[in-house]
Protein backbone atom coordinates (compact mmCIF):
# COMPACT_ATOMS: atom_id res chain seq x y z
CA UNK A 1 0.00 0.00 0.00
CA UNK A 2 1.50 3.36 -0.99
CA UNK A 3 2.05 6.45 1.26
CA UNK A 4 -0.92 8.15 -0.16
CA UNK A 5 -3.17 6.14 1.74
CA UNK A 6 -3.01 4.82 5.44
CA UNK A 7 -4.90 1.48 6.00
CA UNK A 8 -6.38 1.68 9.63
CA UNK A 9 -4.80 -0.49 12.26
CA UNK A 10 -7.92 -1.62 14.22
CA UNK A 11 -9.73 -2.63 10.67
CA UNK A 12 -8.33 -6.22 9.73
CA UNK A 13 -5.55 -7.72 10.20
CA UNK A 14 -5.67 -9.03 6.21
CA UNK A 15 -4.31 -6.76 3.77
CA UNK A 16 -6.47 -3.97 2.32
CA UNK A 17 -8.15 -4.91 -1.09
CA UNK A 18 -9.99 -2.56 -3.56
CA UNK A 19 -9.91 -5.42 -6.11
CA UNK A 20 -12.50 -5.56 -8.48
CA UNK A 21 -14.64 -3.01 -6.02
CA UNK A 22 -16.85 0.14 -7.13
CA UNK A 23 -15.47 3.69 -5.68
CA UNK A 24 -17.92 6.82 -4.86
CA UNK A 25 -15.53 9.50 -5.11
CA UNK A 26 -17.03 13.14 -4.24
CA UNK A 27 -15.30 15.90 -5.35
CA UNK A 28 -15.13 19.27 -2.89
CA UNK A 29 -17.56 21.38 -5.52
CA UNK A 30 -20.56 24.45 -5.35
CA UNK A 31 -23.03 23.74 -1.97
CA UNK A 32 -20.61 20.55 -0.96
CA UNK A 33 -23.59 18.59 -2.19
CA UNK A 34 -21.20 15.78 -2.81
CA UNK A 35 -19.55 15.59 1.04
CA UNK A 36 -23.61 16.02 2.02
CA UNK A 37 -24.10 12.74 -0.18
CA UNK A 38 -21.51 10.55 0.98
CA UNK A 39 -22.41 11.59 4.91
CA UNK A 40 -25.64 10.26 4.27
CA UNK A 41 -24.10 7.26 2.49
CA UNK A 42 -21.59 6.55 5.30
CA UNK A 43 -23.84 6.91 8.04
CA UNK A 44 -26.45 4.40 6.49
CA UNK A 45 -26.97 1.38 8.75
CA UNK A 46 -28.05 -0.78 5.72
CA UNK A 47 -24.85 -0.28 3.75
CA UNK A 48 -23.06 -1.07 6.59
CA UNK A 49 -19.85 0.90 5.69
CA UNK A 50 -16.75 1.34 7.81
CA UNK A 51 -14.05 3.69 8.03
CA UNK A 52 -10.86 1.30 6.62
CA UNK A 53 -8.03 3.79 6.12
CA UNK A 54 -6.86 7.45 5.93
CA UNK A 55 -5.66 9.38 2.60
CA UNK A 56 -2.62 11.49 3.23
CA UNK A 57 -3.89 14.54 4.55
CA UNK A 58 -0.92 16.88 3.86
CA UNK A 59 -2.70 17.54 0.08
CA UNK A 60 -5.39 19.30 1.87
CA UNK A 61 -6.14 22.84 4.03
CA UNK A 62 -5.92 21.26 7.55
CA UNK A 63 -8.47 19.78 9.31
CA UNK A 64 -9.78 17.72 11.84
CA UNK A 65 -12.86 17.05 13.92
CA UNK A 66 -14.68 14.66 16.41
CA UNK A 67 -15.75 11.14 14.88
CA UNK A 68 -19.34 10.05 14.84
CA UNK A 69 -18.42 6.76 14.09
CA UNK A 70 -20.46 3.56 15.99
CA UNK A 71 -18.50 0.72 17.47
CA UNK A 72 -20.00 -2.89 17.44
CA UNK A 73 -21.86 -2.14 20.83
CA UNK A 74 -23.57 0.86 19.81
CA UNK A 75 -21.40 3.71 21.55
CA UNK A 76 -19.52 6.31 19.63
CA UNK A 77 -16.08 5.71 19.40
CA UNK A 78 -14.50 8.11 21.26
CA UNK A 79 -10.88 7.47 20.43
CA UNK A 80 -11.67 7.91 16.33
CA UNK A 81 -11.27 11.50 14.60
CA UNK A 82 -12.24 12.69 11.64
CA UNK A 83 -9.57 13.97 9.35
CA UNK A 84 -9.77 15.39 5.62
CA UNK A 85 -9.67 12.25 3.56
CA UNK A 86 -10.92 9.18 4.58
CA UNK A 87 -12.07 5.83 3.09
CA UNK A 88 -14.82 3.62 3.62
CA UNK A 89 -15.71 0.25 2.50
CA UNK A 90 -18.56 -2.86 3.04
CA UNK A 91 -18.42 -6.46 2.51
CA UNK A 92 -20.81 -5.32 -0.80
CA UNK A 93 -17.62 -4.55 -2.62
CA UNK A 94 -18.52 -0.65 -2.36
CA UNK A 95 -16.14 1.98 -1.45
CA UNK A 96 -16.26 5.49 -0.32
CA UNK A 97 -14.22 8.19 0.20
CA UNK A 98 -15.32 11.14 2.25
CA UNK A 99 -13.14 14.56 1.28
CA UNK A 100 -14.00 17.25 4.43
CA UNK A 101 -11.36 19.76 3.12
CA UNK A 102 -10.36 21.24 -0.28
CA UNK A 103 -6.89 20.32 -1.81
CA UNK A 104 -4.32 23.67 -1.47
CA UNK A 105 -3.84 24.90 -4.83
CA UNK A 106 -0.34 24.61 -5.28
CA UNK A 107 -1.11 20.73 -4.44
CA UNK A 108 -3.96 19.64 -7.17
CA UNK A 109 -1.62 18.24 -9.77
CA UNK A 110 0.48 16.43 -7.23
CA UNK A 111 -2.94 15.25 -5.51
CA UNK A 112 -4.86 14.35 -8.87
CA UNK A 113 -1.56 12.00 -10.02
CA UNK A 114 -1.29 10.45 -6.69
CA UNK A 115 -5.02 9.74 -6.39
CA UNK A 116 -5.39 8.21 -9.88
CA UNK A 117 -2.48 6.16 -9.14
CA UNK A 118 -3.90 4.54 -6.19
CA UNK A 119 -7.14 3.67 -8.41
CA UNK A 120 -5.23 2.16 -11.28
CA UNK A 121 -3.05 0.33 -8.68
CA UNK A 122 -6.02 -0.73 -6.21
CA UNK A 123 -7.85 -2.11 -9.71
CA UNK A 124 -11.46 -0.71 -9.12
CA UNK A 125 -13.57 -2.24 -11.37
CA UNK A 126 -15.70 1.36 -11.11
CA UNK A 127 -15.36 4.66 -10.19
CA UNK A 128 -18.80 7.15 -9.93
CA UNK A 129 -17.54 10.86 -9.52
CA UNK A 130 -19.68 12.72 -7.42
CA UNK A 131 -19.49 16.72 -8.10
CA UNK A 132 -22.21 19.43 -8.43
CA UNK A 133 -22.08 22.62 -10.81
CA UNK A 134 -23.22 26.50 -10.41
CA UNK A 135 -26.86 26.89 -11.08
CA UNK A 136 -25.94 30.04 -12.50
CA UNK A 137 -24.38 28.03 -15.25
CA UNK A 138 -27.77 26.49 -16.67
CA UNK A 139 -28.88 26.71 -20.09
CA UNK A 140 -33.17 26.94 -20.89
CA UNK A 141 -32.57 23.52 -22.03
CA UNK A 142 -30.87 22.35 -18.27
CA UNK A 143 -34.18 23.65 -16.28
CA UNK A 144 -35.91 20.58 -17.17
CA UNK A 145 -33.12 18.29 -15.33
CA UNK A 146 -30.98 19.06 -12.30
CA UNK A 147 -28.37 16.28 -13.24
CA UNK A 148 -26.12 15.78 -15.85
CA UNK A 149 -23.36 12.94 -16.83
CA UNK A 150 -19.58 13.34 -17.98
CA UNK A 151 -17.41 10.82 -18.76
CA UNK A 152 -13.68 10.87 -19.73
CA UNK A 153 -12.84 10.18 -23.70
CA UNK A 154 -12.11 7.01 -24.72
CA UNK A 155 -13.22 4.33 -22.73
CA UNK A 156 -14.11 1.48 -24.22
CA UNK A 157 -17.77 0.62 -24.30
CA UNK A 158 -19.05 -1.98 -21.89
CA UNK A 159 -22.32 -3.70 -21.60
CA UNK A 160 -24.44 -2.49 -18.38
CA UNK A 161 -21.31 -0.44 -17.11
CA UNK A 162 -21.36 2.94 -15.05
CA UNK A 163 -20.68 4.68 -18.52
CA UNK A 164 -23.72 3.22 -20.15
CA UNK A 165 -26.10 3.62 -16.96
CA UNK A 166 -25.07 7.56 -16.49
CA UNK A 167 -25.85 7.88 -20.51
CA UNK A 168 -29.19 6.07 -20.49
CA UNK A 169 -30.18 8.03 -17.15
CA UNK A 170 -28.97 11.53 -17.48
CA UNK A 171 -28.03 14.15 -20.12
CA UNK A 172 -25.01 14.78 -21.12
CA UNK A 173 -22.79 17.83 -19.62
CA UNK A 174 -21.75 19.70 -22.98
CA UNK A 175 -19.12 22.16 -23.75
CA UNK A 176 -20.29 26.27 -24.08
CA UNK A 177 -19.35 30.08 -23.43
CA UNK A 178 -18.82 29.86 -19.40
CA UNK A 179 -20.43 33.27 -17.75
CA UNK A 180 -17.53 35.80 -18.00
CA UNK A 181 -17.59 35.94 -14.01
CA UNK A 182 -17.03 31.86 -13.51
CA UNK A 183 -14.04 31.74 -15.80
CA UNK A 184 -10.59 31.54 -13.83
CA UNK A 185 -7.84 33.41 -14.62
CA UNK A 186 -5.95 30.21 -15.60
CA UNK A 187 -8.32 29.56 -18.34
CA UNK A 188 -7.36 30.04 -22.05
CA UNK A 189 -8.87 29.85 -25.48
CA UNK A 190 -7.10 26.49 -25.71
CA UNK A 191 -8.86 25.28 -22.46
CA UNK A 192 -11.94 25.10 -24.79
CA UNK A 193 -10.69 22.72 -27.29
CA UNK A 194 -10.13 20.64 -23.95
CA UNK A 195 -12.12 16.75 -24.21
CA UNK A 196 -13.34 17.56 -21.13
CA UNK A 197 -15.30 20.83 -20.81
CA UNK A 198 -14.96 23.55 -17.66
CA UNK A 199 -17.22 22.69 -14.59
CA UNK A 200 -18.23 26.04 -13.37
CA UNK A 201 -18.04 25.61 -9.73
CA UNK A 202 -16.91 21.80 -10.08
CA UNK A 203 -13.64 22.00 -8.16
CA UNK A 204 -10.94 19.30 -9.31
CA UNK A 205 -13.95 17.33 -11.50
CA UNK A 206 -12.45 18.57 -14.62
CA UNK A 207 -8.33 17.73 -14.19
CA UNK A 208 -9.63 14.21 -12.38
CA UNK A 209 -11.44 13.39 -15.64
CA UNK A 210 -8.88 14.90 -17.88
CA UNK A 211 -6.00 12.57 -16.25
CA UNK A 212 -8.31 9.49 -16.33
CA UNK A 213 -8.69 10.03 -20.06
CA UNK A 214 -4.96 10.10 -20.44
CA UNK A 215 -3.72 7.31 -17.83
CA UNK A 216 -5.08 4.43 -19.43
CA UNK A 217 -7.46 3.52 -16.57
CA UNK A 218 -8.80 0.37 -16.89
CA UNK A 219 -11.83 1.02 -14.13
CA UNK A 220 -15.01 2.22 -15.88
CA UNK A 221 -15.16 6.30 -15.19
CA UNK A 222 -17.62 8.83 -14.91
CA UNK A 223 -19.40 11.64 -13.05
CA UNK A 224 -22.75 12.45 -12.31
CA UNK A 225 -23.52 16.80 -11.79
CA UNK A 226 -25.89 18.33 -10.03
CA UNK A 227 -26.76 21.90 -10.43
CA UNK A 228 -27.29 23.67 -7.10
CA UNK A 229 -25.58 27.17 -5.11
CA UNK A 230 -25.02 27.91 -1.55
CA UNK A 231 -27.07 27.85 1.34
CA UNK A 232 -29.04 24.80 2.58
CA UNK A 233 -27.78 21.82 0.59
CA UNK A 234 -29.46 19.61 2.82
CA UNK A 235 -31.50 18.54 -0.06
CA UNK A 236 -29.40 18.34 -2.58
CA UNK A 237 -27.12 15.97 -0.61
CA UNK A 238 -30.57 13.59 -0.27
CA UNK A 239 -30.92 13.36 -4.19
CA UNK A 240 -27.54 13.37 -5.08
CA UNK A 241 -27.39 10.08 -2.41
CA UNK A 242 -30.08 8.05 -3.58
CA UNK A 243 -28.91 8.84 -7.23
CA UNK A 244 -25.24 7.87 -6.73
CA UNK A 245 -26.61 4.31 -4.29
CA UNK A 246 -28.77 3.35 -7.64
CA UNK A 247 -26.20 3.76 -10.21
CA UNK A 248 -23.76 1.67 -7.69
CA UNK A 249 -26.51 -1.10 -7.65
CA UNK A 250 -26.17 -0.58 -3.32
CA UNK A 251 -29.95 1.21 -2.33
CA UNK A 252 -30.48 1.01 1.82
CA UNK A 253 -33.65 -0.10 2.71
CA UNK A 254 -35.70 2.83 4.07
CA UNK A 255 -34.25 6.46 4.06
CA UNK A 256 -30.79 7.98 4.85
CA UNK A 257 -31.28 8.91 7.99
CA UNK A 258 -28.87 12.84 8.71
CA UNK A 259 -26.02 12.58 10.98
CA UNK A 260 -25.58 14.01 14.18
CA UNK A 261 -23.55 16.62 12.77
CA UNK A 262 -25.82 18.67 10.23
CA UNK A 263 -27.70 20.07 13.09
CA UNK A 264 -25.16 22.39 13.87
CA UNK A 265 -23.98 22.65 10.36
CA UNK A 266 -27.75 23.94 9.31
CA UNK A 267 -29.77 24.28 12.36
CA UNK A 268 -33.27 23.04 12.67
CA UNK A 269 -35.94 23.94 9.96
CA UNK A 270 -37.88 26.99 9.97
CA UNK A 271 -41.29 26.78 12.19
CA UNK A 272 -43.72 26.83 9.42
CA UNK A 273 -46.69 28.09 11.57
CA UNK A 274 -44.61 31.42 11.84
CA UNK A 275 -46.04 31.96 8.63
CA UNK A 276 -49.47 32.19 9.45
Given amino acids: MSAFIYPLASTSTAPLSFKGSTLILPVVSVGSAPQLA???????????????????????LPFIGPSERIQASGSQDENDVCTALEVFQNLDALTVVQQRSP???????????????????????????????DAAARTDAEFET????????????????????????????????????????SFSSADEKQTIPLIPGG?????????????????????????????DNRGDGH?????????????????????????????????????G
Avoid at 239 to 253: D, E, F, M, R, Y
Fill in 38 to 60: VDLIINSKDLGLRKVARIDPNYC
Fill in 146 to 185: PLLHLTPIGQPSRVNSLSERLSKSFPAFEARPPPSHLVPR
Fill in 203 to 231: GLTRKILRAASSSGLEADTGAVLLFCGEG
Fill in 103 to 133: VIKSQEAQFVSELLAWIRDSEFKEVLVLSSI
Fill in 239 to 275: ALAKVACTLVGSQPKGEFEEPPSWSSLFGQPIDQSMF
